[in-house]
């Protein structure tokens, strides 16, 4: 039997958090993609490209919330530059 770990909101925003974007502790996936975004177009966030590179090729362990803010707020920023 094979257990398989989810990415959820805990994840996402941990990941963020890595790459020092500030969210605070219980948002949800929809507020960690703004607030990343929202630093991306002002300073810059290195490696947040590979990183939504990363967590789109596991799309089928992703919850459907993670997804979605990532689609609706990350990637349309990322394909522009």
């Known amino acids: 039997m094979m257990i ?3 990415i959820d909101g805990d994840d996402f925003r941990a990941r963020l958090v890595a790459l020092d974007v500030r969210i605070p502790e219980d948002a949800c996936p929809e507020t960690c993609a703004r607030l990343a975004l ?4 002002e ?7 590979t990183l939504v590179n ?3 090729e ?3 362990v992703m919850l459907p919330s993670v ?5 609706t ?3 349309p920023e990322l394909r522009q530059r």
């Open 38 to 41: 929202r630093k991306h177009v």
């Open 67 to 71: 997804r979605q803010a990532i689609d």
């Open 73 to 75: 707020f990350l990637l």
């Open 4 to 6: 398989v770990e989810l």
């Open 43 to 49: 300073v810059g966030v290195p490696g947040l490209e």
């Open 58 to 60: 596991q799309t089928d």
């Open 54 to 56: 990363e967590l789109m």
